[in-house]
């Protein structure tokens, strides 16, 4: 039962460049989301989607695209990777908006 | 935006010892719930809360939903050196713009020592 599953694990980046982090969950859920950990800040919610072909802004969106043409995947585009964007990047799934999520074991993204 | 006041922000205990940390919000929450995190791993479910008053318990750890849905508290008892991590509440807000997205507290960072 593979959950929420991320890649790449790690990243590095130059400023500029653009790249597309993978998530994948295999529980059938509705609800998917992507949060960035920063030391100190806790998760902050960058795009979530209610569904296939439904997403929206989080907390902090800019710099960061969505889609979601399946119900089992969710990928995160950086357009052009800036230093501030370096964190580490968590998916997540859910049934619904209002239950328990379940997250992926992170993207860790430096951008020099 | 909405905010969670996680409390305390590290704690450094013996273990055997019992632990307490609580989430505060001026928001009312449909649910709480409790994550661990190790690192380099994500964050992973400990106990998930739906109703006020709810007192939830899951081996040593117990939780309870705040009976004005705007706080919530989560007890480590005879704390292990495996129990360190960073633990963060979270919740789903009941209305507004960020409805159904989960707001996260910044974490209590436990330190065991053996």
């Known amino acids: 039962n593979a959950g929420v599953t991320q890649t790449p694990k790690f990243q590095v980046l130059k400023t500029g460049q653009s790249m597309t982090l993978q998530c994948a969950q295999d529980m059938n859920h509705e609800y998917m989301s992507w949060y960035r950990q920063d030391p100190g800040m806790g998760l902050r919610l960058i795009h979530y989607?209610?569904?296939?072909?439904?997403?929206d802004q989080g907390e902090v969106p800019n710099g960061y695209n969505v889609s979601r043409s399946t119900t089992e995947d969710f990928p995160l585009r950086l357009l052009s990777a800036a230093p501030s964007q370096t964190s580490v990047y968590f998916c997540?799934?859910?049934?619904?908006?209002?239950?328990?999520?379940?997250f992926g074991q992170g993207t860790r993204l430096t951008v020099v | 935006g909405q905010q969670l006041n996680q409390s305390p922000q590290s704690m450094f205990i013996q273990e055997g010892e019992d632990v307490s940390m609580n989430c505060t919000s001026s928001s009312i929450f449909n649910t709480w719930l409790w994550y661990k995190q190790e690192p380099g791993e994500g964050p992973v479910l400990l106990i998930a809360l739906y109703k006020a008053g709810e007192l939830t318990s899951n081996g040593r750890l117990t939780a309870q939903f705040g009976i004005t849905r705007k706080d919530s508290f989560l007890n480590i008892s005879a704390s292990i050196p495996s129990d360190v991590g960073i633990y963060f509440c979270a919740g789903h807000l009941t209305y507004g713009g960020s409805q159904g997205n989960l707001i996260f507290g910044k974490g209590t960072k436990l330190s065991v020592k053996p």
């Open positions: 989607s209610v569904g296939a072909g439904i997403t």
């Open positions: 997540a799934s859910s049934y619904s908006s209002q239950t328990e999520a379940f």
